[in-house]
């Protein structure tokens, strides 16, 4: 799969099919093989473009706090680098969350939203239950006995 350099990091992504341009966004902690089975439909259609976000798959994976405006940054700046200047936008969950970021950010660069089960804002019950994700990736570092793949490498703080 193809990578290129977005910003100041390094984005896997992989690119099937051709016509209009459709970038795909993964929901929380998956690769851009999610859309593997929506890839073979849309392809015949679309060049699908499905993304590994940072943090994820085959993407750069730096320190630091990640944010889905930051995610939607990544993703204006690989759509630049890889030469699609507009393209149909389609998210699930973080990916919606992310789509919505691209589309308030970078207007010119987004054709179309297919965005499903997003949220504009986090609210307490979300914030607490990734809060509690956190926690125990704590203690999985501080205990040694964590595996890599227990927990997505974006709610490691």
């Not at 930051?70 to 630049?80: E, R, S």
């Not at 970078?106 to 997003?118: A, E, N, W």
């Not at 914030?127 to 203690?139: F, I, S, T």
Request: one cysteine or more; a negative charge; charged letters at 15%.
């Amino acid at each position: 799969m193809p990578k290129s350099r977005a910003g100041n990091i390094t984005i896997n992504y992989d690119q099937q099919g051709s016509g209009e341009p459709l970038v795909l966004i993964p929901y929380l902690a998956a690769d851009c093989a999610c859309y593997a089975f929506q890839v073979a439909d849309y392809s015949k259609h679309f060049t699908c473009i499905s993304v590994d976000l940072r943090g994820t798959g085959e993407s750069d994976k730096p320190t630091g706090v990640y944010s889905t405006e930051m995610f939607a940054d990544d993703v204006a700046a690989l759509m630049q680098a890889i030469g699609i200047h507009q393209a149909h936008i389609y998210g699930l969950s973080l990916g919606a969350a992310t789509g919505m970021w691209l589309a308030a950010k970078y207007p010119d660069r987004v054709k179309s939203l297919s965005l499903h089960s997003g949220w504009p804002k986090t609210d307490a019950y979300v914030q607490a239950v990734v809060q509690g994700w956190q926690v125990m990736a704590k203690a999985e570092q501080r205990a040694g006995d964590g595996h890599p793949g227990d927990l997505p490498v974006v709610l490691h703080a």
